[in-house]
């Protein structure tokens, strides 16, 4: 399975031909609006951060290869109250185990756990003020125990809301010979992947 970064939440997912795009976004600093085609799309909750499909173009005639997996959050720690509810996805082909946690607000409850279950790559998000912060995110992936974790939702380089915090303040987390830096922002999903905090390159849109 191939993982295509394309910033802040925002991933294509590709397999067997077919591509699935995560959470499209709009007016987020430094990155063009996403437009594309692709074969399907998957919206973590409304917000035009991660819910922007006006410019994206649905194929059609593929078999989706993907088993999709949802599982009810909120995008905050009061119930949803303040922000709503959020999705979480475990997108599973060729083997392999994708979560994406959207913009979860809070800790994973056991049962919330379970049906995530087993995970080889987790989609996190880190920069806090509308998600998880960068410790309770370290909370989260440990809980969940994935092979490999990718930070997304953040501010770097001028990239991503600004009230966000950074990436490399995630990172701080871990020790060095965990954290793996990419040269591009796509990553080959495989089962026997090497436990690590992928860095994926910031994509090129000259």
């Known amino acids: 399975m191939k993982l295509t970064w394309l910033g802040h939440s925002c991933f294509v997912l ?25 074969d399907a799309v998957y919206c973590s909750h409304g917000h035009f951060d991660h819910a922007y499909s006006d410019e994206v173009t649905l194929s059609s005639g593929k078999v989706n290869p993907f088993t999709v997996t949802e599982i ?13 509810r959020n999705t979480v996805r475990r997108f599973s082909s060729e083997g392999v185990n994708v979560v994406h946690l959207g913009d979860l607000g809070h800790q994973l409850t056991k ?18 003020t509308y998600t998880i912060d960068k410790k309770e995110a370290k909370a989260v992936a440990d809980a969940i125990n994935p092979r490999v974790v990718v930070p997304m939702h953040f501010h770097e380089d001028g990239k991503g809301l600004e009230i966000l915090t950074s990436r490399e303040e995630f990172l701080a987390q ?23 905090a992928a860095v994926l390159a910031w994509p090129d849109h000259s």
């Not at 379970?114 to 080889?120: H, N």
């Not at 871990?174 to 495989?190: G, K, Q």
């Open 72 to 84: 009810d959050t909120c995008h905050d720690d009061q119930g949803g109250a303040l922000r709503g």
């Open 174 to 196: 871990y020790p060095a010979d965990r954290i793996r830096r990419y040269p591009t922002n796509v990553l080959e999903v495989r089962p026997d992947m090497a436990r690590q």
């Open 14 to 38: 590709e397999s067997y031909g077919f591509r699935a795009l995560l959470d499209p976004f709009r007016d987020v600093a430094g990155l063009p609006d996403i437009h594309m085609d692709v």
């Open 111 to 128: 049962e919330q756990l379970e049906k995530i279950g087993r995970c080889d790559v987790l989609l996190l998000p880190i920069g806090g």
